[in-house]
Antibody, heavy 120, light 112 residues
Framework: QFTLRESGPALVRPTQTLTLTCTFSGFSVGLDALCMSWIRQPPGKALEWLARIHWDGNIYYSPSLKTRLSMSKDASKTKAVLTVANVDPGDTATYYC????????????WGQGTLVTVSS | QSMLTQSPSVSGAPGQTVIISCNGSRSNIGAGYDVHWYQQFPGAAPQLLIFGNNQRHAAVPDRFSGSRSGTTASLIITGLQVDDDAVYYCQSYDDSLDRSLVFGGGTRLTVL
């Protein structure tokens, strides 16, 4: 059973850096074929893909947010971390991590999401 | 502005068939990239419904099917049920955005 869980602050002040962590389990074999992405959804709006990491090393970002995003995996190899620099109220959204195994172009498994509000 | 365009809403009565379209361009669907579909209920995370244009994800009823032709993909739902009331998103790659992953704007299906 694959599970993903997002964690991070519920409230962030404008101009601060937001750090989100995705903890996953159940992907026990051949982690090199694993892809993890971050996706967000502002209240009442559509999904927006932000970044993905291929567990063999490559990282890709949304061109519109590239200068503010950084994604990495931690040494335990069971966490994917996203930082969003210089946040503003437009970054208020539910942030999801999602994963797939073998096909990095889709999202087979999703976390429950974590709502982040940017406000002073 | 989504690179993949979906109608904001569609409706149907129980038992009917609805088609949800996803209109792209030569840089995404028309480039031959697979289209995937997700179902999202209010307050819940999206779930993969159809992958690779027409393959049903685990436990998805065969009332749901998908197709792709040219620059358009479609999600077809037959025998509509009240439980199908949700928002549906298409998703693919896009060459014009450094092969980014892109979503459609979503279609709200209301089962009357």
């Amino acid at each position: 059973q694959f599970t993903l869980r997002e964690s991070g602050p519920a409230l962030v002040r404008p101009t601060q850096t937001l750090t989100l962590t995705c903890t996953f389990s159940g992907f026990s074999v051949g982690l090199d074929a694993l892809c993890m992405s971050w996706i967000r959804q502002p209240p009442g709006k559509a999904l927006e893909w932000l970044a993905r990491i291929h567990w063999d090393g490559n990282i890709y970002y949304s061109p519109s947010l590239k200068t503010r995003l950084s994604m990495s995996k931690d040494a335990s190899k069971t966490k994917a971390v996203l930082t969003v620099a210089n946040v503003d109220p437009g970054d208020t959204a539910t942030y999801y991590c999602a994963g797939s195994y073998g096909d990095c172009g889709r999202f087979d498994y999703w976390g429950q999401g974590t709502l982040v509000t940017v406000s002073s | 502005q989504s690179m993949l365009t979906q109608s904001p809403s569609v409706s149907g009565a129980p038992g009917q068939t609805v088609i949800i379209s996803c209109n792209g361009s030569r840089s995404n669907i028309g480039a031959g990239y697979d289209v995937h579909w997700y179902q999202q209920f209010p307050g819940a995370a999206p779930q993969l419904l159809i992958f690779g244009n027409n393959q049903r994800h685990a436990a998805v009823p065969d009332r749901f099917s998908g197709s792709r032709s040219g620059t358009t993909a479609s999600l077809i739902i037959t025998g509509l049920q009240v439980d199908d009331d949700a928002v549906y998103y298409c998703q693919s790659y896009d060459d014009s955005l450094d092969r980014s992953l892109v979503f459609g704007g979503g279609t709200r299906l209301t089962v009357l």
